[in-house]
C-alpha cells in the first residue's frame, strides 16, 4: 500500500473533489469528527472559519490518501482504522477533527482521511515536520504487523515511478501518457540525420519547438509543454549534446516562446479538430443528469420536509404559549375570586357592622383590602411580563435554531451544484479525450503541426517573426472556405525575403505576434497536492 499526503487549504474545493461521484464508482463518507455539521463541506467549512479566527494558519487541513495494493487484496475497515490511529499518532494529529472517506474506483477501494490541524483548544496549528519519512516509517510497521508487501523501490523513494500531478492531468485530458510522449520524441531524435530533419520530425508527429525556461521545450497539440531533454530516452545524449545539435540551426532567441507556441496550436487545433458528441456522449450526459436531478429533488424534498417539521413547531410554540398566558391569567381570576367570596362570606353583620362604621374600622379594613388587591393585581403583571420575555427569548431560540436548519439545506444545495459542475466537467473531459484519441487512430500519433511549424519540402525553417504572422493570415478562410496553410506561409516567406532584401533586416517578434489569438487550453492544476487515487 501506498500513502499520499500533503498540507493543504482549499477545503471546500477538497470536499467538491471526494463528493464527485461521476469519478467514483461509489462514495461513503464513513467518519466525521470535530465538528457540528454532518456533511464534508459543513465540517471544512467550520474548520477554516476556526484557522482564520483562532490562527493564520493558511493550510489547515492534512490530507491523505490510503491506496492498497490490489493484488494483494483489499483491507477491511479495522485494518484501515488501524493505519490512521498509527498515522495520527506518529504525526500528533491524535484527537484532531478528521473526515474518512472511501471510494470505490475501477472495481478498487481506496480511503481519504483529511485532518484538521487547528487545535481549537491551544488556539494553534499543529505543527508537521517530516511527514514523509514518519509516513514511510508507519507503513512499513504496518505492512509488517499484517503480513503486508511493499511496492519495489518504497525503500528508497516514496516516488519512484510516480506521475507528477501535471502528468497525470495532462493524460486526463488527452489520453496521451509521459511514456507516450517519450516514446514519440525517441523515435524522431533516433531517425533524424540533423535539427532540420528532427524538427520536421517532431512537428510531424504534432510537437512545435518553442523556448522556455529552457532553452528548448517541445508544446504538443492540445498545449503541453515538456522539456525536450526529459523526451528522449537516451541517456547516453545528455542536455548539452541537445542544445548544440539544435543552436545554430534553430537558436533559442528565434523560437516562439511557450506562450506563443500554445496559442499558436490552439487556434490551429479548432482548425483540424473535428470533435463531434456521438450518441454515447449523449447517453452518458442523459444518465448523469438523471442521477444528478434525483440528488436535486432528494435535497428539495428534505427542504420541503424541513418546512413543514418547521411550521410545525412554530405552531406547538406558539400552542405552548398561548396556553401558559391563559394559565396565568386564569390563576389569577380564579385567586381574586376566592379572595372576594372569603371576604363576603367573613363580612360582618347586624351590631357589629354598625360599630365598624361607627368607629371608622370598615373604612380601614376597606383600604386594607384595596391594598392588597392591588398588591396581587401587581404581582400578577410581574409574573406575565417576565412569561413574555421567558417566551420571547424562547421564540428567538427557535428562531436562531430553524434560521440555522435553513442555512444547512441552503448549504447543501450549494454544494451539490459545485458537485454537479465538477461532475459535467469530468465527464466533458473524458469526452473530449475520448474523441482526441480516437482522431489519433490506431498509431496513437497526433495530427502534423508541420503546417504551423513552418515547415514545407521547399523551405525546411522559418524563423519565429514568420511562424506568427504566416499563421494569423493563414487563420483567414480562402475561396473556397478552407484556410490554405502552406501557400500563405510560402507567400509570407517570399515577403519576408523581399523585406531583407530592401532594409537588411526582418520583422521583430513583438510587431510579428498576431493581435488576437484565443489562449490556449491549460489543463486544471489542483491547488493542493493531493493524488486522485
Known amino acids: 500500500m501506498i500513502p499520499f499526503a500533503s498540507q493543504r487549504g482549499g477545503g471546500q474545493d477538497l470536499a467538491t473533489h471526494l463528493l464527485n461521484d461521476y469519478d467514483n464508482d461509489m462514495i461513503e463518507v464513513a467518519f466525521i469528527r470535530g465538528s457540528i455539521a454532518r456533511d464534508l463541506h459543513g465540517a ?24 492498497p495494493d490490489p493484488e494483494q487484496g483489499p483491507l477491511s475497515r479495522d485494518q484501515y482504522l488501524d493505519y490512521i490511529k498509527r498515522t495520527e499518532d506518529a504525526l500528533g494529529l491524535t484527537e ?14 481506496h480511503c481519504h482521511v483529511v485532518w484538521s490541524r487547528i487545535d481549537a483548544d491551544q488556539q494553534r496549528a499543529v505543527h508537521i515536520a517530516f511527514d514523509r519519512d514518519k509516513l514511510m516509517r508507519v507503513t512499513r510497521g504496518f505492512a509488517r ?62 510537437y512545435i519547438l518553442a523556448t522556455g525556461k529552457r532553452p528548448y521545450v517541445l508544446v504538443d497539440l492540445y498545449g503541453g509543454k515538456n522539456a525536450l531533454s526529459k523526451l528522449i530516452d537516451d541517456k547516453s545524449v545528455r542536455t548539452k549534446d541537445i542544445r548544440n545539435f539544435l543552436e545554430k540551426e534553430f537558436p533559442p532567441e528565434s523560437l516562439p516562446t511557450v506562450e506563443e507556441a500554445q496559442q499558436l496550436v490552439t487556434a490551429h487545433r479548432k482548425i483540424v479538430e473535428k470533435s463531434t458528441k456521438d450518441n454515447h456522449y449523449e447517453n452518458q450526459l442523459a444518465e448523469l443528469k438523471h442521477s444528478q436531478q434525483e440528488r436535486r429533488l432528494a435535497v428539495e424534498q428534505e427542504r420541503n420536509t424541513l418546512k413543514d417539521k ?27 375570586k376566592a379572595i372576594r367570596l372569603a371576604r363576603y362570606e367573613n363580612r360582618p353583620t347586624g351590631l357589629a357592622a354598625f360599630l365598624g362604621k361607627v368607629s371608622g374600622i370598615m373604612f380601614l379594613q376597606k ?26 427569548q424562547e421564540q428567538k431560540g427557535l428562531d436562531f435554531r430553524l434560521n440555522l436548519q435553513v ?58 517573426p514568420d511562424l506568427l504572422r504566416a499563421f494569423d493570415e493563414a487563420k483567414q478562410p480562402s475561396q473556397d472556405g478552407a484556410p490554405d496553410l502552406m501557400a500563405e506561409f510560402r507567400r509570407a516567406a517570399s515577403e519576408r525575403q523581399e523585406g531583407e532584401n530592401r532594409n537588411g533586416s526582418g520583422s521583430s517578434l513583438e510587431n510579428a505576434r498576431p493581435p488576437e489569438i484565443e489562449p490556449s487550453e491549460k489543463p486544471h492544476r489542483n491547488r493542493g497536492r493531493d493524488r486522485d487515487s
Open 44 to 67: 471544512f467549512k467550520e474548520w477554516e472559519v476556526q484557522a482564520d479566527t483562532l490562527t493564520r494558519c493558511r493550510k489547515y487541513l492534512y490530507s491523505m490518501s490510503i491506496n
Open 96 to 109: 484532531q477533527p478528521r473526515a474518512v472517506v472511501f471510494h470505490i474506483k475501477h472495481g478498487r477501494e
Open 145 to 206: 504487523d499484517h503480513g503486508l508487501d511493499l511496492p519495489a523501490g518504497y525503500d528508497k523513494s516514496r516516488k519512484a515511478g510516480q506521475l507528477s500531478l501535471y502528468d497525470q492531468e495532462q493524460l486526463r485530458q488527452t489520453g496521451l501518457s509521459k511514456a507516450d510522449h517519450i516514446q514519440q520524441v525517441t523515435e524522431a531524435w533516433r531517425h533524424s540525420d540533423d535539427a532540420r530533419s528532427f524538427v520536421q520530425a517532431l512537428a510531424e508527429r504534432g
Open 310 to 336: 418547521q411550521q410545525f413547531m412554530r405552531l406547538s410554540q406558539q400552542s405552548i404559549h398561548r396556553t401558559e398566558r391563559d394559565q396565568l391569567r386564569a390563576t389569577h381570576i380564579a385567586t381574586m
Open 367 to 392: 383600604k386594607i383590602h384595596q391594598y392588597q388587591d392591588a398588591r396581587k393585581i401587581r404581582d400578577h403583571l410581574g409574573q406575565r411580563d417576565q412569561l413574555k420575555a421567558k417566551q420571547v
Open 407 to 464: 442555512r444547512d439545506i441552503e448549504r447543501k444545495a450549494k454544494a451539490l451544484e459545485k458537485i454537479v459542475k465538477r461532475e459535467l466537467a469530468a465527464l466533458s473531459r473524458d469526452n473530449k479525450r475520448h474523441e482526441r484519441v480516437r482522431a489519433r487512430g490506431d498509431d496513437g500519433s497526433m495530427p502534423s503541426l508541420a503546417q504551423i511549424a513552418g515547415i514545407d519540402n521547399k523551405k525546411r525553417e522559418r524563423t519565429a
